[in-house]
C-alpha cells in the first residue's frame, strides 16, 4: 500500500513561499490505476517527485511499500529509486548517443547488473513494447512515440511495483497518445504495478481507478 498522510510541501521563489502541497492524505493499494489531475501549478508534479523520492516533503509522511521515504538514508533511497519505483517523464530524457538497448539497460548499469544480462533484460522490454526491431537506433533515429517507448522500457526494466508517468502523452499527437496509454494500460495488467499518471487529458484522468484533483496545492476529491 502507498500510504500518505497530512503531506506539505513548500518552495521559495524569491522572497515568495509557494505552497505547492497542502495537507494531502490518502491511500492506495498494490496494482491499482491513479490518474492525477489540476490546473498547472496545482501540485501535481511536487507530489509526483515525493513519490519518486526526488523531492521531499515540508511535513507529512509518506510510505511506499514499505518504505518510510522521510526515514531512509541516501544509501537506502537510492535503493528504493532502483528497486520499487519507475518514472516516465513527458520529454523522454534519452541519452542521444546511447541506442535505444544502451538506454534502457541504463538502470540496470547502475544497479551494477553485468553488461550481457542487463541486455538481456532491456532487449526483452523493448520487445514488449513493440521496439524489437528498433533496439539498436539512437533516438535521433526514432519518431515521437518510438522514443516514448524506449522510455517505458525503461522505467520498467527493474521490474518496479510503482510506476510514475508524468504527461506522458503530452508531447505527442493524439494517436500516438491512445496507443501509449494502451501500452501503459496493458503492461500494467501483464506486470501488476502500481500506476500513477499524471495528466491534463479529461479522457485519460476518467480512466483510473482512483482519480484525484488538485487545486492550489489541496487535493478536491477523491473517486
Given at each position: 500500500?502507498?500510504?500518505?498522510?497530512?503531506?506539505?510541501?513548500?518552495?521559495?521563489?524569491?522572497?515568495?513561499?509557494?505552497?505547492a502541497l497542502k495537507n494531502v492524505s490518502l491511500e492506495v493499494s498494490e496494482s491499482q490505476f491513479v490518474t492525477l489531475?489540476?490546473?498547472?501549478?496545482?501540485?501535481?508534479s511536487s507530489l509526483l517527485n515525493i513519490l519518486a523520492s526526488i523531492d521531499k516533503p515540508d511535513k507529512g509522511s509518506v510510505e511506499v511499500f514499505g518504505f518510510d521515504l522521510n526515514a531512509l538514508s541516501q544509501k537506502e533511497l537510492n535503493?528504493?529509486?532502483?528497486?520499487?519505483?519507475?518514472?516516465?517523464?513527458?520529454?523522454?530524457?534519452?541519452?542521444?548517443?546511447?541506442?535505444?538497448?544502451?538506454?534502457?539497460?541504463?538502470?540496470?548499469?547502475?544497479?551494477?547488473?553485468?553488461?550481457?544480462?542487463?541486455?538481456?533484460?532491456?532487449?526483452?522490454?523493448?520487445?514488449?513494447?513493440?521496439?524489437?526491431?528498433?533496439?539498436?537506433?539512437?533516438?535521433?533515429e526514432l519518431s515521437g512515440g518510438e522514443q516514448q517507448r524506449v522510455a517505458i522500457a525503461r522505467s520498467i526494466v527493474h521490474n518496479p511495483k510503482l510506476l510514475l508517468a508524468d504527461e506522458p502523452t503530452g508531447n505527442l499527437d493524439s494517436d500516438t497518445s491512445h496507443k501509449i496509454m494502451e501500452l501503459l494500460l496493458h503492461l500494467r495488467k501483464e506486470n501488476g504495478?502500481?500506476?500513477?499518471?499524471?495528466?491534463h487529458n479529461p479522457a485519460i484522468g476518467s480512466l483510473g481507478d482512483i482519480q484525484i484533483h488538485l487545486k492550489d496545492g489541496k487535493m478536491l476529491d477523491e473517486s
Open positions: 500500500m502507498i500510504r500518505i498522510q497530512n503531506l506539505e510541501k513548500n518552495y521559495r521563489i524569491g522572497s515568495t513561499s509557494v505552497n489531475m489540476g490546473p498547472s501549478g496545482s501540485g501535481k535503493h528504493y529509486r532502483r528497486s520499487t519505483v519507475g518514472i516516465i517523464f513527458q520529454f523522454f530524457n534519452l541519452l542521444p548517443y546511447l541506442s535505444a538497448l544502451e538506454n534502457v539497460s541504463l538502470p540496470l548499469y547502475l544497479a551494477g547488473v553485468p553488461t550481457n544480462l542487463a541486455h538481456k533484460r532491456a532487449a526483452l522490454c523493448l520487445e514488449m513494447v513493440g521496439l524489437k526491431d528498433r533496439m539498436l537506433h539512437k533516438p535521433t504495478f502500481t500506476l500513477w499518471i499524471v495528466t
